[in-house]
């Protein structure tokens, strides 16, 4: 298990807020430390850590190549995958004290196996008796099924038939890849041509993992939460014709279609920064290209494998994989933080930040989301370095936020420089909202749920509709623009996140954990949106947030509250994210001088670590729900600073209501 994260503890009375003095203090220390990470151009980017199976993934990748030996990197990763094996259960879980997962302990123990480990060794054998005692290997996912498959360890049969023909049928064709989520078409075409192809790994050490199967078949366990009875036997019947069937594939039309997925990968490949910007579509690209018969010289190949190695972090110990990367959206957030403080020192970095992030507006690739909104003008961002077909409505909301904020600010001298950037962006941004009135993160109206059932898509996350926190984001970005509260478009949005409260007041928060991240992204929006205190909708997530906050003054919340029954939160140990984002959602709506927020200054102000920062091994990012958790290193160093910030400028001012988005 990861040796959890010895913080602080409170010495002062956490009912009580910090004194002005201290706060002040804190806050000038966090704001030294945050801008002495800041990047000499301008730009803010920390590590973005998932689970075991991304730097397993990796070592499975070189070694399916055969790529000469670099054992030093292989053994600072095998201690990286050693340190986080759980001593609770013996195997690997999807975030910091997780459960046991069976996918991520196969690969792992794999990958160790793969970087020379004796089978015998202590933590192997445990590892794969909690493989066994779990169903074996047979009880994995899909995606692990394929990749066992690949290294002739696991059975072709077992794997759910995704024939490449698919990229040939036409739009209103019920399975079709532009009615999958931008990161499953990424990671899916690319996989077309390696379901269909069946290449064996080069492995040059032959390693197999024969022992970690039990003999015993194990249906695959969906993670949607639009299971249906008929869907799902109807696909499965689907896939047991087409295991049937594609032996006689027409050769002429598997051709074509072979050649549709390498010129639509080779379309996207998107340079160093990957197809996709996302490891696995990056990786199957790589072996895609391996198994087409392209040279390591080839260009397309070389760049798409350099990709790859970007993502490596690697320290003096220790080393992973990154699922991607996140400077835009750290440097956003980073600057709405540096703006908040409102330091001269801290308005120039927020300045040199934005002038950063500027040129990376996408404005002239029209991107997969024209397909569902034709005529609309490129002008997001994305989340990554580059990825200009698949920008995002979240990192464009918050991106449009800081420069709107800027340019409102006399004393940053930043005036109209970012207009047309700040129009173009709110053009797109808007220009996708949904039919219903919410607001996803890539594409519009891509929710036709019945896909979600789909042999291939048992990890539940095929899609890519509205959700509360994304929505939140726009309509802050609507209201810190006045959009009026009468518009159609406002009415639209806030009518959609009035349907999606949860009965107990909170919001599901998709991409951060959970009703925590959802709740305060929806107050932001809210509170800028002027409604009042006690509207209901803001009342009860008031109310909410304030049940849920820890004894010790923080908030905290588990991976666990995911569930697939939606339970509702589950109760954590109080994290440095999630106290920030608690107090700011609370102090959007009028809250500033509340117990609960003085108790959740208390908290920040005792754990803040000598750096000036905040330290947080728990996860709070969403990658996936119940399949893909991230750890944002970022998150406890600008969020904590910008709510600190934030608590201060509202007690010395007397307002009750925040004058930004979020």
Same mark, same amino acid.
């Given at each position: 298990?990861?040796?959890?994260?010895?913080?602080?503890?409170?010495?002062?009375?956490?009912?009580?807020?910090?004194?002005?003095?201290?706060?002040?203090?804190?806050?000038?220390?966090?704001?030294?430390?945050?801008?002495?990470?800041?990047?000499?151009?301008?730009?803010?980017?920390?590590?973005?850590?998932?689970?075991?199976?991304?730097?397993?993934?990796? +070592?499975?990748?070189?070694?399916?190549?055969?790529?000469?030996?670099?054992?030093?990197?292989?053994?600072?990763?095998? #201690?990286?995958?050693? #340190?986080?094996?759980?001593?609770?259960?013996?195997?690997?879980?999807?975030?910091?004290?997780?459960?046991?997962?069976?996918?991520?302990?196969?690969?792992?123990?794999?990958?160790?196996?793969?970087?020379?480990?004796?089978?015998?060794?202590?933590?192997?054998?445990?590892?794969?008796?909690?493989?066994?005692?779990?169903?074996?290997?047979?009880?994995?996912?899909?995606?692990?099924?394929?990749?066992?498959?690949?290294?002739?360890?696991?059975?072709?049969?077992?794997?759910?038939?995704?024939?490449?023909?698919?990229?040939?049928?036409?739009?209103?064709?019920?399975?079709?890849?532009?009615?999958?989520?931008?990161?499953?078409?990424?990671?899916?075409?690319?996989?077309?041509?390696?379901?269909?192809?069946?290449?064996?790994?080069?492995?040059?050490?032959?390693?197999?993992?024969?022992?970690?199967?039990? =003999? &015993?078949?194990?249906?695959?366990?969906?993670?949607?939460?639009?299971?249906?009875?008929?869907?799902?036997? =109807?696909?499965?019947?689907?896939?047991?014709?087409?295991?049937?069937?594609?032996?006689?594939?027409?050769?002429? +039309?598997?051709?074509?279609? +072979?050649?549709?997925?390498?010129?639509?990968?080779?379309?996207?490949?998107?340079?160093?920064?990957?197809?996709?910007?996302?490891?696995?579509?990056?990786?199957?690209?790589?072996?895609?290209?391996?198994?087409?018969?392209?040279?390591?010289?080839?260009?397309?190949?070389?760049?798409?494998?350099?990709?790859?190695?970007?993502?490596?972090?690697?320290?003096?110990?220790?080393?992973?994989?990154?699922?991607?990367?996140?400077?835009?959206?750290?440097?956003?957030?980073?600057?709405?933080?540096?703006?908040?403080?409102?330091?001269?020192?801290?308005?120039?970095?927020?300045? #040199?930040?934005?002038?950063?992030?500027?040129?990376?507006?996408? *404005?002239?690739?029209?991107?997969?989301?024209?397909?569902?909104? @034709?005529?609309?003008?490129?002008?997001?961002?994305?989340?990554?370095?580059?990825?200009?077909?698949?920008?995002?409505?979240?990192? &464009?909301?918050?991106?449009?936020?800081?420069?709107?904020?800027?340019?409102?600010?006399?004393?940053? =001298?930043?005036?109209?420089?970012?207009?047309?950037?700040?129009?173009?962006?709110?053009?797109?941004?808007?220009? *996708?909202?949904?039919?219903?009135?919410?607001?996803?993160?890539?594409?519009?109206?891509?929710?036709?749920?019945?896909?979600?059932?789909?042999?291939?898509?048992?990890?539940?996350?095929?899609?890519?509709?509205?959700?509360?926190?994304?929505?939140?984001?726009?309509?802050?970005?609507?209201?810190?623009?006045?959009?009026?509260?009468?518009?159609?478009?406002?009415?639209?949005?806030?009518?959609?996140?009035?349907?999606?409260?949860?009965?107990?007041?909170?919001?599901?928060?998709?991409?951060?954990?959970?009703?925590?991240?959802? &709740?305060?992204?929806?107050?932001?929006?809210?509170?800028?949106?002027?409604?009042?205190?006690?509207?209901?909708?803001?009342?009860?997530?008031?109310?909410?947030?304030?049940?849920?906050?820890?004894?010790?003054?923080?908030?905290?919340?588990?991976?666990?509250?995911?569930?697939?029954?939606?339970?509702?939160?589950?109760?954590?140990?109080?994290?440095?994210?999630?106290?920030?984002?608690?107090?700011?959602?609370?102090?959007?709506?009028?809250?500033?001088?509340?117990?609960?927020?003085?108790?959740?200054?208390?908290? *920040?102000?005792? %754990?803040?670590?000598?750096?000036?920062?905040?330290?947080?091994?728990?996860?709070?990012?969403?990658?996936? @729900?119940?399949?893909?958790?991230?750890?944002? %290193?970022?998150?406890?160093?600008?969020?904590?600073?910008?709510?600190?910030?934030?608590?201060?400028?509202?007690?010395?001012?007397?307002?009750?209501? +925040?004058?930004?988005?979020?």
């Amino acid at each position: 298990m990861t040796e959890v994260l010895d913080l602080p503890r409170a010495t002062a009375d956490v009912g009580a807020a910090p004194a002005r003095d201290a706060l002040d203090a804190a806050i000038a220390r966090a704001t030294n430390a945050l801008i002495a990470e800041q990047k000499g151009d301008g730009h803010w980017v920390y590590e973005l850590e998932a689970d075991a199976t991304i730097p397993s993934e990796y +070592i499975l990748l070189r070694h399916f190549l055969g790529e000469p030996d670099d054992l030093v990197l292989e053994a600072k990763i095998g #201690r990286y995958l050693r #340190r986080i094996q759980s001593d609770a259960h013996d195997g690997w879980p999807l975030y910091h004290d997780g459960g046991f997962d069976i996918s991520a302990s196969v690969k792992a123990y794999y990958a160790l196996k793969m970087i020379g480990d004796d089978v015998d060794a202590p933590h192997m054998a445990r590892a794969r008796a909690a493989i066994l005692r779990a169903g074996g290997a047979e009880a994995v996912n899909v995606f692990t099924r394929i990749q066992l498959a690949l290294f002739g360890a696991g059975d072709w049969a077992q794997v759910p038939t995704i024939p490449p023909e698919l990229i040939l049928a036409p739009k209103w064709f019920p399975v079709h890849l532009l009615k999958m989520s931008y990161w499953a078409r990424t990671v899916v075409v690319p996989l077309l041509v390696l379901c269909a192809l069946k290449p064996r790994a080069k492995n040059p050490r032959g390693v197999m993992v024969d022992e970690l199967f039990s =003999g &015993t078949p194990r249906p695959l366990t969906s993670q949607a939460a639009h299971v249906h009875v008929i869907w799902k036997t =109807g696909f499965e019947a689907l896939d047991w014709a087409l295991k049937r069937f594609e032996p006689h594939w027409p050769r002429r +039309i598997r051709a074509r279609a +072979i050649e549709r997925c390498r010129a639509w990968v080779t379309q996207r490949l998107n340079g160093v920064d990957g197809l996709g910007a996302i490891y696995p579509a990056m990786a199957n690209s790589v072996m895609m290209y391996d198994v087409l018969g392209y040279g390591a010289d080839h260009p397309d190949r070389a760049i798409a494998r350099e990709s790859v190695e970007r993502l490596l972090v690697v320290h003096e110990d220790e080393a992973y994989c990154q699922p991607c990367v996140s400077p835009v959206w750290d440097t956003a957030l980073a600057a709405h933080a540096m703006l908040e403080v409102g330091t001269p020192q801290a308005e120039a970095a927020a300045s #040199r930040a934005l002038d950063w992030l500027g040129p990376r507006q996408v *404005l002239d690739t029209v991107g997969d989301w024209e397909e569902q909104r @034709p005529g609309v003008r490129p002008g997001g961002w994305a989340f990554q370095y580059a990825n200009d077909y698949y920008p995002d409505l979240d990192d &464009t909301a918050v991106v449009v936020m800081a420069m709107d904020r800027a340019a409102g600010m006399a004393k940053i =001298g930043r005036g109209g420089k970012d207009a047309e950037r700040i129009a173009r962006g709110a053009e797109w941004t808007l220009g *996708l909202q949904s039919k219903d009135g919410g607001f996803a993160a890539f594409d519009a109206d891509n929710d036709a749920h019945y896909l979600n059932n789909l042999p291939f898509a048992d990890h539940g996350a095929l899609l890519d509709p509205p959700t509360a926190d994304v929505s939140a984001r726009v309509v802050s970005m609507l209201a810190q623009m006045g959009e009026p509260l009468d518009s159609p478009r406002m009415v639209a949005a806030l009518n959609w996140l009035a349907k999606e409260q949860e009965p107990d007041g909170s919001w599901f928060g998709r991409w951060g954990v959970n009703y925590v991240y959802g &709740t305060w992204s929806v107050l932001c929006a809210l509170g800028r949106a002027g409604l009042s205190a006690d509207h209901p909708m803001v009342a009860r997530a008031v109310a909410w947030l304030k049940s849920v906050q820890n004894a010790d003054g923080g908030w905290g919340e588990s991976c666990d509250s995911y569930a697939l029954d939606r339970t509702g939160h589950q109760a954590f140990r109080s994290t440095a994210s999630q106290t920030a984002w608690a107090t700011l959602g609370l102090m959007a709506v009028g809250e500033a001088r509340s117990d609960s927020v003085a108790r959740g200054m208390a908290w *920040l102000a005792a %754990h803040q670590a000598d750096d000036g920062l905040w330290g947080q091994e728990v996860y709070t990012g969403g990658g996936f @729900p119940r399949v893909f958790y991230l750890r944002y %290193h970022g998150y406890p160093r600008y969020f904590p600073l910008w709510a600190m910030a934030r608590y201060r400028n509202l007690i010395d001012s007397n307002a009750e209501r +925040i004058a930004w988005g979020m």
